[in-house]
């Protein structure tokens, strides 16, 4: 029963931190661009993602005549049921879930997402939003490996599958220090996963009118919304507890959490969208190979260190 509490308010606390996240977004980007951003809703626009939310989900939902009616509705509940899943697997101080495996279940969930935003672009039967959904698609599933590689160094050096273990090994040098290439392009490639700027191929308005989710509309439109954005808050989390001390007992955690999610948003304010063949270029010809090649190099320095201890 405590398991089911807890995880009930760890899903609304990502809920409202996403809530708060998208009014981080704007007022940010309203700075970069010289404005204002929202101000009017509450103390300072405070009040502004309760109202876009009681907008979007108090709009009438349109139907497009010729789609696949049950795969179309029910896709963006399960993309931000998977955003939500993801979570369980956070490190906690009352240890929720402890995962031992915690690492094999973000890579399994998190790949999973990938269907849900075919099924999107595939079931609305419109040509805009089947383009869309394969650029997404194409997108996600190239970075993922480059994704699993880095994952995997990180892993051997740990010999671990826990995401707590994590924090141990970094209580004397955080591993940005050791696997500071590693950790840019894990950041890259995070950014690439969660369909940002300059990679947000899946909803290029200027080439795509708005990519999978053309389609959807008020409560459609704002779930694949929260789901974007509990994505970007998780891979956060995981950019911290894989190189950033990962001491999720500390409050300091919580810091360096909101400034890698406003690292995200600083980057949407700075970077142009990239080209698509430079994107599929990047991830296969340039991160697969220098992941691999680390990879080879964290194994062969683990073996030689098995070596002189036996």
Same mark, same amino acid.
């Given at each position: 029963?405590?398991?089911?509490?807890?995880?009930?308010?760890?899903?609304?606390?990502?809920?409202?931190?996403?809530?708060?996240?998208?009014?981080?977004?704007?007022?940010?980007?309203?700075?970069?661009?010289?404005?204002?951003?929202?101000?009017?809703?509450?103390?300072?626009?405070?009040?502004?993602?309760?109202?876009?939310?009681?907008?979007?989900?108090?709009?009438?939902?349109a139907y497009p005549l010729m789609s696949n009616f049950n795969f179309y509705y029910f896709s963006p509940v399960l993309n931000l049921f998977f955003s939500l899943l993801l979570w369980l697997c956070m490190p906690f101080f009352s240890v929720l879930y402890s995962f031992n495996f915690g690492m094999l279940f973000f890579l399994c969930v998190s790949?999973?997402?990938?269907?849900?935003?075919?099924?999107?672009?595939?079931?609305?039967?419109?040509?805009?939003?089947?383009?869309?959904?394969?650029?997404?698609?194409?997108?996600?599933?190239?970075?993922?490996? %480059?994704?699993?590689?880095?994952? =995997?160094? +990180? /892993? !051997? @050096?740990?010999?671990? $599958?826990?995401? &707590?273990? #994590?924090?141990?090994?970094?209580?004397?040098?955080?591993?940005?220090?050791?696997?500071?290439?590693?950790?840019?392009?894990?950041?890259?490639?995070?950014?690439?996963?969660?369909?940002?700027?300059?990679?947000?191929?899946?909803?290029?308005?200027?080439?795509?009118?708005?990519?999978?989710?053309?389609?959807?509309?008020?409560?459609?439109?704002?779930?694949?919304?929260?789901?974007?954005?509990?994505?970007?808050?998780?891979?956060?989390?995981?950019?911290?507890?894989?190189?950033?001390?990962?001491?999720?007992?500390?409050?300091?955690?919580?810091?360096?959490?909101?400034?890698?999610?406003?690292?995200?948003?600083?980057?949407?304010?700075?970077?142009?969208?990239?080209?698509?063949?430079?994107?599929?270029?990047?991830?296969?010809? %340039?991160?697969?190979?220098?992941? =691999?090649? +680390? /990879? !080879? @190099?964290?194994?062969? $320095?683990?073996? &030689?260190? #098995?070596?002189?201890?036996?």
């Amino acid at each position: 029963m405590l398991m089911m509490i807890s995880s009930l308010i760890l899903v609304v606390c990502v809920l409202v931190g996403v809530a708060f996240m998208v009014l981080l977004e704007r007022k940010v980007l309203g700075y970069i661009q010289i404005r204002k951003g929202p101000n009017k809703l509450g103390f300072m626009g405070l009040l502004q993602p309760f109202s876009d939310a009681i907008k979007l989900f108090s709009k009438e939902s349109a139907y497009p005549l010729m789609s696949n009616f049950n795969f179309y509705y029910f896709s963006p509940v399960l993309n931000l049921f998977f955003s939500l899943l993801l979570w369980l697997c956070m490190p906690f101080f009352s240890v929720l879930y402890s995962f031992n495996f915690g690492m094999l279940f973000f890579l399994c969930v998190s790949s999973l997402s990938v269907y849900t935003i075919m099924i999107s672009g595939w079931s609305s039967n419109s040509n805009y939003s089947l383009l869309g959904g394969l650029r997404a698609v194409a997108q996600t599933i190239s970075y993922e490996v %480059s994704l699993s590689l880095i994952l =995997l160094s +990180f /892993l !051997f @050096l740990i010999l671990s $599958l826990n995401i &707590m273990d #994590l924090m141990f090994y970094q209580i004397n040098l955080w591993f940005i220090f050791l696997f500071f290439p590693l950790s840019m392009i894990w950041v890259v490639s995070s950014l690439a996963e969660t369909n940002r700027t300059p990679f947000d191929f899946a909803e290029g308005e200027s080439e795509l009118v708005s990519g999978f989710n053309v389609e959807y509309s008020s409560g459609g439109f704002a779930l694949i919304f929260l789901a974007e954005y509990a994505s970007i808050l998780f891979m956060s989390m995981m950019c911290v507890m894989l190189f950033l001390g990962g001491n999720f007992l500390s409050i300091m955690f919580f810091f360096k959490l909101g400034f890698m999610s406003f690292f995200w948003i600083w980057v949407r304010g700075t970077l142009p969208r990239f080209r698509y063949d430079k994107l599929m270029y990047l991830a296969w010809k %340039s991160f697969l190979s220098v992941s =691999l090649n +680390f /990879l !080879f @190099l964290f194994m062969g $320095l683990k073996l &030689m260190i #098995l070596v002189l201890l036996i």
